[in-house]
T-cell receptor
Framework: NAGVTQTPKFQVLKTGQSMTLQCAQD?????MSWYRQDPGMGLRLIHY???????DQGEVPNGYNVSRSTTEDFPLRLLSAAPSQTSVYFC???????????????FGPGTRLTVT | AQSVTQLGSHVSVSEGALVLLRCNYS??????LFWYVQYPNQGLQLLLK??????LVKGINDFEAEFKKSETSFHLTKPSAHMSDAAEYFC???????????????FGQGTILTVHP
């Protein structure tokens, strides 16, 4: 298994540009999340999904959109990038088995985004 | 609601010395607790987790943590630091209430561990 993969690894955008950060997992996990990491602030939840077609907002959702059409993919869209969105973005997934959820999340390698 | 506080944004130890990274949590229900490690320019790797079984939890690379409900703490320790332990460590909490809580972790601010020769 490749686990959780993210593309691209690095991206530079100009203010106002749009882009999509890709996230995919091959572990058949139901639950997927997006976090952003900023120095001194840990990781903060942006959006999450409990299954295909079901998404909800996390702690810092403004400026980001998500959708989940398949179990495997959970892209994060920036419609109009702002310098405040300069950050490292991590995608994560988790699962339940026989009705028991692990609550443990598996993280991708991250995407480092700079908005100028 | 839940929150996590990591005491000390930077901790420095000598190689061979005890490592102690502090984590306190606030939670409305009995929580699940995690420690993750992040090496430079990498993603997060799970070190250990507490999910309401034994209060002393052992993880990878000789790390362990003890859940103390009375102190609302989940401190991470390692008896003898190694140079390869230098990294950033994150404490995180999840509320095992089912449903939409499955996709959520709340993280502390992180502690950077430096190990001196």
């Amino acid at each position: 298994n490749a686990g959780v993969t993210q593309t691209p690894k690095f991206q530079v955008l100009k203010t106002g540009q749009s882009m999509t950060l890709q996230c995919a997992q091959d572990m058949n996990h139901e639950y997927m999340s997006w976090y952003r990491q900023d120095p001194g602030m840990g990781l903060r939840l942006i959006h999450y999904s409990v299954g295909a077609g079901i998404t909800d907002q996390g702690e810092v959702p403004n400026g980001y959109n998500v959708s989940r059409s398949t179990t495997e993919d959970f892209p994060l869209r920036l419609l109009s990038a702002a310098p405040s969105q300069t950050s490292v973005y991590f995608c994560a997934s988790s699962y339940s088995k026989s009705g028991q959820h692990s609550y443990e999340q598996y993280f991708g390698p991250g995407t480092r985004l700079t908005v100028t | 609601a839940q929150s996590v506080t990591q005491l000390g944004s930077h901790v420095s130890v000598s190689e061979g010395a005890l490592v102690l990274l502090r984590c306190n949590y606030s939670s409305s229900v009995p929580p699940y607790l995690f420690w993750y490690v992040q090496y430079p320019n990498q993603g997060l790797q799970l070190l250990l987790k507490y999910t309401s079984a034994a209060t002393l939890v052992k993880g990878i690379n000789d790390f362990e943590a003890e859940f103390k409900k009375s102190e609302t703490s989940f401190h991470l320790t390692k008896p003898s630091a190694h140079m390869s332990d230098a990294a950033e460590y994150f404490c995180a909490v999840s509320l095992p209430t089912g449903g939409t809580s499955y996709g959520k972790l709340t993280f502390g601010q992180g502690t950077i561990l430096t190990v001196h020769p």
